[in-house]
């Protein structure tokens, strides 16, 4: 099994080979980068060029480790049997299956998403070494073992909000995703709109990694949200020339609430746009 991407996600040498090597490895594939830059998308895209089953499993702030293995409902087994309802005589009726064992159960090889497993607290990767490492794991209520019956293709991603821990990262295949250059977010952009006009590209993308290495900015766009900003740009029929001068800093660029997410940066570049407008 080999990645080579899709026709609707441009992956570029290194990730392709840091996918194909985790696969080889049968390790878990950790991968980091801005938020944007299509750490989520990868999983569904792997899915699709190797023809293979997904699952995803998004990590929230109050999410444990145990909900990805399976979760038993203690309490509406006892209300049923208050109620005298004959499913309480088999325990497995109350018992709700999580993404690993989904996975596990899968005939055909399967690309599993555990997605921002940072957000989660401290010791959620920690909680999951063992079932990733041996790819089983016991349901106490029951008393059986579940047993991958081939080893789920795990593809893990984090944003960087928290350090994770050393015995998990040993287990995993690293990879971090570079933020775009020009030239491959030009592919990029290619891949969503087809044809568009080299000139309005051109002013769209230095318009946008202007944006970028503005000192003081707070939050920097990101590649999704510059695909939002195009499509919006040719959706109202913005001109070149307009994002000509908004390049050159004379103006606020038009639409810019797709690319700007806080009043600090909005209110930073109208602050420049007025300084520059003298000049």
């Known amino acids: 099994m080999r990645f080579n991407g899709t026709s609707n996600y441009v992956a570029t040498e290194d990730l392709r ?3 194909n090597a985790a696969i080889a490895l049968e ?4 991968v980091k980068g801005e938020p944007g830059t299509g750490k989520t998308v990868l999983a ?7 023809g293979t089953p997904l699952l995803e499993w998004h990590v929230k702030s109050t999410t444990k480790a145990q909900q990805g293995l399976y979760e038993y409902d203690a309490v509406s087994r006892l209300r049923d049997s208050q109620l005298g309802d004959e499913r309480v005589k088999d325990i497995r009726n ?5 993404k690993l064992w989904q996975a596990f159960e899968m005939d055909a ?5 555990i997605d921002e497993v940072d957000k989660a607290d401290i010791e959620f990767p920690n909680d999951l070494l063992q079932e990733l490492d041996r790819m089983e794991f016991n349901v106490y209520e029951t008393g059986e073992t579940v047993t991958a019956k081939q080893r789920p293709i795990v593809i893990i991603t984090s944003n960087n909000e928290k350090d994770l821990p050393d015995a998990f990262l040993r287990r995993c295949f690293f990879h971090f995703i570079k933020f775009p250059d020009a030239e491959t977010m030009a592919e990029i952009v290619d891949v969503h709109f087809g044809k568009i006009k080299d000139r309005l590209l051109k002013e769209a993308l230095s318009t946008f990694y202007n944006m970028r290495e503005l000192p003081g900015l707070k939050k920097k766009p990101s590649t999704s949200e510059l695909l939002d900003w195009i ?8 001109d070149a020339e307009t994002l000509h001068e908004a390049d050159q800093r004379k103006i606020i660029p038009p639409l810019h609430g797709a690319l700007l997410k806080n009043e ?7 602050r420049l746009a007025f300084l520059n407008r003298g000049k």
């Open 44 to 50: 569904r895209e792997i899915a699709q060029s190797l």
């Open 264 to 270: 600090q940066d909005v209110h930073l570049f109208e």
């Open 109 to 113: 090889r399967p690309v599993l998403l």
């Open 94 to 98: 109350y018992i709700k299956k999580g």
């Open 27 to 30: 390790r878990p594939l950790l």
């Open 231 to 238: 499509k919006l740009l040719l959706n109202e029929d913005i």
């Open 17 to 19: 080979v840091a996918v």
